[in-house]
């Protein structure tokens, strides 16, 4: 059974920046993309960025790009969201997904995805 567990999250000003990292166990991920989504207080979850298996092909929500970047690490079974230039509306909680489909390239919707970790949260004063 594979266990994803996100960290890093935390309070920043904006204009500021966090690294989060979701670590899997159970099994190694490296042949299956992953990625990032993230709900707001009384909103869906949303898309944040995805990366696929090779780490070669990454795609980005529109209202993050230029600011997040998403990468892996497969020897330590590893994803990160590097995000920077934080803004109020970035506030959420953080989830970490994984596709249990191999060689993917990572998709956009949530059904896309098998394993969700637990969440951190990020907030972003003004």
């Known amino acids: 059974q594979v266990q994803l567990v996100e960290s890093g999250g935390g309070l920043v000003q904006a204009g500021g920046s966090l690294r989060l990292s979701c670590a899997a166990s159970?099994?190694?991920?490296?042949?299956?993309?992953m990625g990032w989504f993230r709900q707001a207080p009384g909103k869906e979850h949303d898309f944040v960025a995805a990366i696929s298996w090779s780490g070669s092909t990454t795609k980005y929500a529109d209202s993050v790009k230029g600011r997040f970047t998403i990468s892996r690490d497969n020897a330590k079974n590893t994803m990160y969201l590097q995000m920077n230039n934080l803004k109020p509306e970035d506030t959420a909680v953080y989830y970490c997904?994984?596709?249990?489909?191999?060689w993917g390239r990572g998709g956009s919707y949530r059904n896309e995805y098998d394993y969700w970790g637990q969440g951190t949260q990020v907030t972003v004063s003004s």
């Open positions: 159970g099994r190694p991920l490296s042949r299956n993309a």
């Open positions: 997904a994984a596709e249990n489909t191999q």
